[in-house]
């Protein structure tokens, strides 16, 4: 196994003094070490997973998601029904749900939850996850009636993800913008107690929770506190997680896999099945990528196979693919290494190589500005620049730490971006990204074209399984030549279990690992 530098030591050191919490507490706190933050815990206003990560744990959803990714299962809904044209979704509640601030949740709540979202004034994020709502209401205190304008065939999937979060919107109306920021008060396992930016989140055991989703078998929290910690180095949160003072990571170093399942002391979990895509993004109206060709020639340009082998170590999966569902999508031609024929197109595109190893064009550098979120990118980046270098195009890279970086990710400034998101299904993939509603987030590519709103949209609304995908394959087909990603490959979850902790079993949703934390406990 590889010894940790002695330069991180004193990072180690640091770790552990910045966890007065977890001393405070030892017997029934459990320490989270995560990579990434969130710009807020607000369900319809962020995308950013560091924000699902503790949403699942202190909000709770209607549906609840298996492990297989694909199979809805009571939450605070208890059970539902669909009317034959799949128009109509009548649930019924659990009545002994309370928010952590001892508010009993109805279906008020619920129907006022999906009001605050949809308002055009609240600027909620990915709509189309509640489907094309026709009207949300509450015929009595434990039934919901949601009715849609047509047929939506993922919604009980959807109804999973954390952008259904139920949400007191007495608090909403209280703290205004401050909403998820100073405060947040939920029906989850845990109760958010505090956030201190680049540092941590703190949860407290919700008092009387018995009514998680069915997949676990006791539905109770195990512990007092859960701490979600910031800790940017990957070899510190290794080292923290193998010596115990640590609990639990999704966010350990790939190469150091195979030596965590020797270790008798520590469980290690692989989420299965698992959809996440690294990839970088190109602006389609930036003068330099407007070009197809250049688009396809700086895909061709990049040597996934090596890259995927020097940042992951095999633990994962070169993307021939933009993504890693089985919808078919052409030939992919262009997701493939192949310097000699990104020279070619590039010549061919008027972009001559000058005397100091870059392209030019009219006077003008073949040079793109890249926006990304600082951490792990900084690796994969270097090797992405390596490549491009080589056929003669300038990558200018900018990092930004993940509390200011979604802010620089909404801006037209930047011609290319790094992003890496989790999706249960081709459907849910491409609706994220590519709607022309979504411009500018998440659909950052500025990528407007009718025929795939309008394939979207009748792959959405499809009740026949193979004639959705179908439907979607042409979409992704169309996205596939337009080369408006390069997708550099697909990940793995494994989720590491620290000394103190018993088993704890990865979920693959939206890549959080841990999903509602119900099975986290003490050894």
Same mark, same amino acid.
Request: glycine share 6%; charged share 25%.
């Given at each position: 196994?590889?010894?940790?530098?002695?330069?991180?030591?004193?990072?180690?050191?640091?770790?552990?003094?910045?966890?007065?919490?977890?001393?405070?507490?030892?017997?029934?706190?459990?320490?989270?070490?995560?990579?990434?933050?969130?710009?807020?815990?607000?369900?319809?206003?962020?995308?950013?997973?560091?924000?699902?990560?503790?949403?699942?744990?202190?909000?709770?959803?209607?549906?609840?998601?298996?492990?297989?990714?694909?199979? /809805?299962?009571?939450?605070?809904?208890?059970?539902?029904?669909?009317?034959?044209?799949?128009?109509?979704?009548?649930?019924?509640?659990?009545?002994?749900?309370?928010?952590?601030?001892?508010?009993?949740?109805?279906?008020?709540?619920?129907?006022?939850?999906?009001?605050?979202?949809?308002?055009?004034?609240?600027?909620?994020?990915?709509?189309?996850?509640?489907?094309?709502?026709?009207?949300?209401?509450?015929?009595?205190?434990?039934?919901?009636?949601?009715?849609?304008? @047509?047929?939506?065939?993922?919604?009980?999937? @959807?109804? !999973?993800?954390?952008?259904?979060?139920?949400?007191?919107?007495?608090?909403?109306?209280?703290?205004?913008?401050?909403?998820?920021?100073?405060?947040?008060?939920?029906?989850?396992?845990?109760?958010?107690?505090?956030?201190? /930016?680049?540092?941590?989140?703190?949860?407290?055991?919700?008092?009387?929770?018995?009514?998680?989703?069915?997949?676990?078998?006791?539905?109770?929290?195990?512990?007092?506190?859960?701490?979600?910690?910031?800790?940017?180095?990957?070899?510190?949160?290794?080292?923290?997680?193998?010596?115990?003072?640590?609990?639990?990571?999704?966010?350990?170093?790939?190469?150091?896999?195979?030596?965590?399942?020797?270790?008798?002391?520590?469980?290690?979990?692989?989420?299965?099945?698992?959809?996440?895509?690294?990839?970088?993004?190109?602006?389609?109206?930036?003068?330099?990528?407007?070009?197809?060709?250049?688009?396809?020639?700086?895909?061709?340009?990049?040597?996934?196979?090596?890259?995927?082998?020097?940042?992951?170590?095999?633990?994962?999966?070169?993307?021939?693919?933009?993504?890693?569902?089985?919808?078919?999508?052409?030939?992919?031609?262009?997701?493939?290494?192949?310097?000699?024929?990104?020279?070619?197109?590039?010549?061919?595109?008027?972009?001559?190589?000058?005397?100091?190893?870059?392209?030019?064009?009219?006077?003008?550098?073949?040079?793109?500005?890249?926006?990304?979120?600082?951490?792990?990118?900084?690796?994969?980046?270097?090797?992405? @620049?390596?490549?491009?270098?080589?056929?003669?195009?300038?990558?200018?890279?900018?990092?930004?730490?993940?509390?200011?970086?979604?802010?620089?990710?909404?801006? @037209?400034?930047?011609?290319?971006?790094?992003?890496?998101?989790?999706?249960?299904?081709?459907?849910?993939?491409?609706?994220?990204?590519?709607?022309?509603?979504?411009?500018?987030?998440?659909?950052?590519?500025?990528?407007?074209?009718?025929?795939?709103?309008?394939?979207?949209?009748?792959?959405?609304?499809?009740?026949?399984? !193979?004639? !959705?995908?179908?439907?979607?394959?042409?979409? #992704?087909?169309?996205?596939?030549?337009?080369?408006?990603?390069?997708?550099?490959?697909?990940?793995?979850?494994?989720?590491?279990?620290?000394?103190? #902790?018993?088993?704890?079993?990865?979920?693959?949703?939206?890549?959080?690992?841990?999903?509602?934390?119900?099975?986290?406990?003490?050894?």
């Amino acid at each position: 196994m590889k010894s940790l530098p002695q330069t991180l030591a004193p990072l180690v050191l640091g770790c552990l003094a910045m966890l007065p919490l977890a001393n405070a507490w030892a017997e029934t706190t459990v320490t989270i070490l995560r990579e990434l933050e969130s710009e807020r815990y607000d369900p319809p206003r962020t995308t950013a997973r560091g924000a699902a990560e503790v949403l699942f744990m202190a909000g709770d959803t209607l549906v609840g998601l298996d492990y297989d990714m694909k199979t /809805p299962v009571p939450a605070v809904a208890k059970s539902w029904t669909v009317s034959p044209d799949g128009l109509t979704y009548t649930f019924q509640l659990r009545q002994d749900v309370t928010f952590c601030s001892g508010k009993k949740m109805t279906a008020k709540d619920v129907v006022a939850t999906y009001d605050h979202w949809l308002d055009p004034e609240t600027k909620g994020l990915e709509k189309w996850r509640a489907g094309p709502v026709d009207s949300i209401t509450a015929p009595d205190d434990y039934t919901v009636v949601y009715k849609l304008k @047509q047929p939506y065939n993922e919604l009980l999937t @959807q109804m !999973a993800h954390y952008m259904h979060t139920i949400i007191n919107i007495d608090q909403v109306k209280a703290l205004g913008k401050d909403f998820g920021v100073k405060a947040f008060d939920g029906t989850g396992p845990y109760c958010f107690v505090s956030w201190t /930016p680049r540092d941590q989140v703190v949860l407290k055991r919700h008092e009387g929770y018995d009514w998680g989703p069915a997949i676990y078998k006791d539905p109770r929290p195990k512990v007092d506190r859960i701490v979600w910690k910031i800790v940017p180095e990957e070899s510190t949160r290794l080292t923290a997680v193998q010596g115990g003072q640590a609990d639990l990571s999704r966010y350990l170093p790939q190469w150091s896999i195979k030596d965590l399942k020797a270790d008798k002391r520590l469980s290690v979990s692989k989420a299965d099945p698992f959809y996440w895509t690294f990839f970088l993004g190109f602006k389609l109206d930036k003068p330099v990528l407007a070009d197809v060709n250049v688009r396809r020639a700086l895909n061709l340009a990049i040597n996934r196979k090596a890259l995927t082998e020097a940042i992951t170590f095999g633990e994962a999966t070169p993307a021939t693919s933009m993504l890693a569902t089985s919808t078919p999508a052409g030939k992919n031609e262009y997701f493939r290494y192949d310097p000699a024929e990104a020279n070619r197109l590039l010549d061919a595109a008027g972009w001559k190589m000058g005397s100091d190893g870059y392209r030019y064009k009219d006077g003008q550098k073949l040079s793109i500005l890249h926006y990304g979120i600082a951490g792990y990118w900084k690796d994969i980046l270097e090797a992405v @620049q390596g490549d491009m270098k080589k056929v003669g195009a300038e990558l200018r890279v900018q990092l930004f730490d993940s509390t200011a970086a979604w802010g620089k990710l909404a801006t @037209q400034e930047f011609d290319e971006f790094s992003m890496s998101f989790g999706y249960m299904s081709t459907g849910e993939a491409l609706n994220s990204y590519f709607l022309s509603s979504s411009i500018p987030v998440p659909n950052r590519m500025n990528w407007r074209d009718a025929d795939t709103d309008r394939w979207l949209a009748e792959g959405a609304a499809s009740l026949d399984p !193979a004639k !959705a995908d179908a439907t979607l394959s042409q979409a #992704l087909t169309k996205l596939s030549e337009a080369a408006v990603w390069i997708p550099l490959y697909h990940d793995s979850l494994y989720l590491v279990a620290g000394p103190r #902790l018993k088993p704890v079993r990865a979920h693959g949703i939206f890549g959080t690992g841990t999903y509602k934390g119900l099975d986290i406990e003490l050894k």
